[in-house]
């Protein structure tokens, strides 16, 4: 199946690394300008070198001034991918306020932040247009210490849902992948342990974790117009794990 995204304008955040920054070069790839938002500038400097049509923003999506400010003139965009997220693991009785904020300000008040600056432009112009909120599996499943990040990705299903029934009237279709384990940098940092590994590859039917190119191929599905009557999904790509 070919996807072309020749004349469309995209915009990805947390593209700085691991499935942010694959997605925001496939889809270069596949034609489309891309806008690459992430808070690391040495990220979006190799990103740039790698791909130089790709156009860099620097901004902390933590901050909702400042991704106001960073955004005001983006331009037009066809396509969102709400990638970037927090996650910081603490047992349930551990949890702060501050850790509990951080996560929902990335992971969920920017998602939705970011969504109206973008959705607000497609509706204006009428020209529709394709949202994918990347989640996880940890929205519908307890994962142990993963209190503050199980309940943003839950958060996020919904966000995606509500979305996707307000926009639709408009042709902006809004969508979610969700994730197992991806061995990222994120994913590294909770999963690297190979016995703790096995806890969680022994209940994915297809016994593994999923790779970069796995995630993204869905997004851009999701983006694409293969996907033309999909709206409000929650796509898991975990191998089954959410089927047990
Ligand atoms: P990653 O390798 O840690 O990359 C995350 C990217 O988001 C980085 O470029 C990071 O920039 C950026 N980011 C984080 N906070 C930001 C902020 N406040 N403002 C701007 N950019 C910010 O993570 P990943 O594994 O690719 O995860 C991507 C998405 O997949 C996330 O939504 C995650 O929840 C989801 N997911 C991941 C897994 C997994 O196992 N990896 C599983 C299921 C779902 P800095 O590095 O500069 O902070």
């Not at 990805?12 to 938002?37: D, E, F, H, P, Q």
């Not at 400097?45 to 901050?63: G, N, R």
């Not at 990040?149 to 969508?175: F, P, W």
Request: some cysteine; overall charge neutral; aromatic content about 4%.
């Amino acid at each position: 199946m070919n996807i072309s995204f020749e004349g469309k304008r995209a915009l990805v955040t947390g593209a700085g690394k691991g499935i942010g920054r694959a997605t925001a070069l496939a889809l270069a790839n596949c034609g489309a300008k891309v806008t690459s938002v992430t808070r690391t500038q040495s990220d979006l400097d190799s990103l740039v070198q790698e791909c130089p049509s790709i156009i860099p923003v620097c901004v902390d999506l933590a901050d909702w001034g400042a991704t106001e400010a960073a955004l005001k003139n983006v331009g037009p965009i066809d396509l969102l991918v709400n990638n970037a997220a927090h996650a910081n693991l603490q047992p349930f009785l551990e949890v702060t306020p501050e850790q509990f904020d951080q996560s929902f300000n990335v992971n969920v008040k920017a998602v939705l932040h970011v969504s109206q600056i973008v959705a607000a432009g497609m509706k204006g112009r009428g020209s529709g247009g394709a949202i994918v909120n990347v989640s996880s599996q940890a929205s519908q499943c307890a994962l142990r210490n993963h209190t503050v990040y199980c309940a943003s990705k839950g958060a996020l299903d919904m966000l995606t849902k509500v979305m996707a029934l307000e926009l639709g009237a408009h042709q902006i279709r809004v969508n979610s992948v969700n994730p197992t384990v991806v061995m990222t940098e994120m994913g590294r940092s909770g999963w690297s342990d190979p016995e703790k590994a096995k806890t969680m590859t022994s209940r994915i039917p297809l016994g593994r974790f999923a790779e970069v190119d796995e995630v993204v191929n869905s997004i851009l599905f999701l983006l694409s117009d293969k996907s033309s009557m999909t709206n409000g999904v929650t796509l898991p790509v975990d191998g089954g794990f959410l089927a047990c």
